[in-house]
C-alpha cells in the first residue's frame, strides 16, 4: 500500500481523488487511432529553481515554450498550482504555474504539414472591479470571440492580481505581451469596461491563442465559436476560505459534450464581495469551444485530485493517470484550480484540482456490445444498487510520483493508476449522460 497521500488534516476528505465518468472503465480503457503524448511543465515567477523553469511574466512562455512546438506539441491547458483565494495573504509558490502540452503520438507514416505547429501568442486584457461577475466573463467571451473571427483559436486564460489573490504579484507584466485588439464599433455590452473605465490595475486576464501562418490553419481550427455554459458548486469553509466543494460534474457538462464542443476553460467567482454574506455555493462559467466541422459527440472523464507539493516541487499529482489515459486516446482540454489547501503530516501543501478530459464517441461494435452487455451483467451483481443518473465515482490511489519540471517525451514508464480502480469503477448508470445541463 502506501501509494496515496498521507492522512490530511481534514478526515473527511482524505481520498487522493475521485474520477468520474460517462462510460464503464473497460469502455475508458479500450485503444482508439490516436494515442497522445503529454509533457507536464512547471514556471516561476520568482526565481528558477531545480526542476521549475523561471519566466518574469506569463509573456515570455511562447518563447520557453518554442523547443516543445517545434516538436509538434501544442499547450493545451495552463493553470496556477496554488490559489490564495479568500487569505489575508499570499500562500507560498503562489507564482508556480503548470503548463500541459500535448501532441497526437507521431506515426511512422505521417506526412508532416505545416499547420501542425501553430505559434503561441499572449494578450493582457485589463479588468474591471476588484473580483470575477458574471457580467464581465460573458463580456470576456463575447471578446474571445471576435478574436477568433480574426482567424485564431482560444486556448487557456489565467487571472493575475498584483499582491496576491488568484494570481500573484509580477514583475514587468507586460513585457513581450501583445496589446489587446482595438475593440470594433459595435461592442457587446460590458466589453467597452474591459479596456477603458472601471479597469483595477491590479487585476488583469492573461489570454493565450494559438495562430497560423496563412494559408496553414487547420480545418477543425477555422470558424471556431466559444460559448458558456453553467458552473455550480457547493462549498464549505473555515471562515472566508474554501475548504470542501462538491459539484455534479458529468450533469454540468453532459449537454455540450453531446453536441461535440469541447471544454476549454472556466471562471469561478471565488471571491465574496466585501459586506456580502458568505454563500455555501459559488458560481462561475465553463468555456466550450464549438467547431465549424460537425464533431461527434464527446465522453468525458473528470477526476478531482490533489497534488502534494513538497518544498517547491511538485510531488504527486494527475499526471501518471494522464498518461495511462492518453494510450486510450484521452485528450486533456481544461484544470481547474481550487483554494482549498491544506498539510499533510509531513507539513507538503496539498491542493485539490479537478482535471477534464474528453475522447470522442465510439459506436460499438456488436462484438464490443456482447462484450460490454457481459461485463455489466458481471458488475451489476457485484455493485450495491444506485439511483438512476446517480454518477460513479471511485477513489484514485496513483503510486506514481507526480511530475515537477521537465519529464522525457512521452511520459514512459508510469504503473497504471486505473490498475488500483475496482473492476467496474467507471460504471455509469443507464440514462445519467442524459441529464440536461442545469
Known amino acids: 500500500m502506501g501509494c496515496g497521500l498521507r492522512k490530511l488534516e481534514d478526515p473527511e476528505d482524505s481520498s487522493p481523488g475521485k474520477i468520474y465518468?460517462?462510460?464503464?472503465?473497460?469502455?475508458?480503457?479500450?485503444?482508439?487511432?490516436?494515442?497522445?503524448?503529454?509533457?507536464?511543465?512547471?514556471?516561476?515567477?520568482?526565481?528558477?529553481?531545480?526542476?521549475?523553469?523561471?519566466?518574469?511574466?506569463?509573456?515570455?512562455?511562447?518563447?520557453?515554450?518554442l523547443p516543445y512546438y517545434t516538436q509538434?506539441?501544442?499547450?493545451?491547458?495552463?493553470?496556477?498550482?496554488?490559489?490564495?483565494?479568500?487569505?489575508?495573504?499570499?500562500?507560498?509558490?503562489?507564482?508556480?504555474?503548470?503548463?500541459?502540452?500535448?501532441?497526437?503520438?507521431?506515426?511512422?507514416?505521417?506526412v508532416p504539414m505545416c499547420h501542425s505547429v501553430p505559434v503561441l501568442r499572449v494578450e493582457e486584457w485589463p479588468l474591471p472591479g476588484d473580483h470575477l461577475t458574471g457580467d464581465?466573463?460573458?463580456?470576456?467571451?463575447?471578446?474571445?470571440?471576435?478574436?477568433?473571427?480574426?482567424?485564431?483559436?482560444?486556448?487557456?486564460?489565467?487571472?493575475?492580481?498584483?499582491?496576491?489573490?488568484s494570481g500573484s504579484r509580477v514583475s514587468?507584466?507586460?513585457?513581450?505581451?501583445?496589446?489587446?485588439?482595438?475593440?470594433?464599433?459595435?461592442?457587446?455590452?460590458?466589453?467597452?469596461?474591459?479596456?477603458?473605465?472601471?479597469?483595477?490595475?491590479?487585476?488583469?486576464?492573461?489570454?493565450?491563442?494559438?495562430?497560423?501562418?496563412?494559408?496553414c490553419t487547420p480545418l477543425d481550427a477555422q470558424g471556431c465559436c466559444y460559448h458558456q455554459g453553467a458552473l455550480s458548486m457547493r462549498v464549505s469553509?473555515?471562515?472566508?476560505?474554501?475548504?470542501?466543494?462538491?459539484?455534479?460534474?458529468?450533469?454540468?457538462?453532459?449537454?455540450?459534450?453531446?453536441?461535440?464542443?469541447?471544454?476549454?476553460?472556466?471562471?469561478?467567482?471565488?471571491?465574496?464581495?466585501?459586506?456580502?454574506?458568505v454563500p455555501r455555493s459559488l458560481e462561475g462559467l465553463f468555456v466550450y469551444e464549438e467547431r465549424s466541422m460537425a464533431p461527434p459527440?464527446?465522453?468525458?472523464?473528470?477526476?478531482?485530485?490533489?497534488?502534494?507539493?513538497?518544498?517547491?516541487?511538485?510531488?504527486?499529482?494527475?499526471?501518471?493517470?494522464?498518461?495511462?489515459?492518453?494510450?486510450?486516446g484521452w485528450l486533456l482540454t481544461c484544470v481547474l484550480p481550487t483554494p482549498i489547501i491544506r498539510h499533510d503530516s509531513d507539513g507538503n501543501l496539498a491542493t485539490k484540482q479537478v482535471v477534464f478530459l474528453q475522447r470522442p464517441v465510439r459506436t460499438p461494435s456488436v462484438q464490443q456490445q456482447n462484450q460490454a452487455a457481459s461485463s455489466r451483467s458481471e458488475v451489476s451483481n457485484r455493485s450495491v444498487s444506485r439511483g438512476v443518473g446517480s454518477p460513479q465515482t471511485e477513489?484514485?490511489?496513483?503510486?506514481?510520483?507526480?511530475?515537477?519540471?521537465f519529464p522525457v517525451f512521452g511520459g514512459g514508464g508510469y504503473s497504471s493508476a486505473l490498475s488500483h480502480l475496482e473492476e467496474g469503477g467507471f460504471e455509469q448508470d443507464d440514462g445519467a449522460a442524459e441529464v440536461t445541463c442545469m
Open 21 to 65: 465518468s460517462t462510460l464503464k472503465r473497460p469502455q475508458v480503457e479500450t485503444k482508439t487511432d490516436i494515442v497522445y503524448d503529454y509533457v507536464l511543465l512547471d514556471f516561476s515567477l520568482e526565481g528558477s529553481r531545480p526542476t521549475v523553469q523561471y519566466v518574469s511574466s506569463l509573456c515570455e512562455l511562447p518563447q520557453a515554450l
Open 72 to 110: 509538434g506539441y501544442v499547450l493545451a491547458a495552463l493553470h496556477p498550482i496554488i490559489l490564495s483565494v479568500g487569505r489575508t495573504r499570499a500562500l507560498p509558490l503562489s507564482l508556480l504555474y503548470r503548463a500541459i502540452l500535448t501532441r497526437p503520438r507521431p506515426s511512422k507514416h505521417a
Open 136 to 165: 464581465t466573463v460573458r463580456a470576456l467571451i463575447d471578446r474571445v470571440n471576435s478574436s477568433a473571427r480574426g482567424g485564431v483559436r482560444f486556448v487557456a486564460s489565467v487571472i493575475q492580481q498584483a499582491g496576491g489573490g
Open 172 to 215: 514587468s507584466p507586460t513585457r513581450g505581451c501583445r496589446s489587446p485588439p482595438r475593440t470594433p464599433p459595435r461592442t457587446p455590452p460590458g466589453e467597452r469596461d474591459l479596456e477603458n473605465g472601471g479597469c483595477s490595475p491590479d487585476l488583469r486576464l492573461m489570454v493565450l491563442f494559438h495562430s497560423w501562418a496563412a494559408g
Open 237 to 277: 469553509r473555515k471562515g472566508q476560505v474554501v475548504s470542501a466543494l462538491e459539484a455534479d460534474w458529468l450533469e454540468l457538462t453532459a449537454a455540450y459534450y453531446r453536441k461535440g464542443w469541447s471544454l476549454v476553460d472556466s471562471f469561478v467567482y471565488w471571491d465574496t464581495p466585501k459586506g456580502e454574506p
Open 297 to 328: 459527440a464527446n465522453d468525458t472523464i473528470v477526476v478531482e485530485q490533489w497534488t502534494v507539493i513538497e518544498a517547491s516541487n511538485v510531488k504527486t499529482d494527475y499526471g501518471p493517470l494522464l498518461h495511462t489515459l492518453s494510450e486510450f
Open 395 to 405: 477513489e484514485l490511489s496513483p503510486c506514481s510520483g507526480g511530475i515537477g519540471g
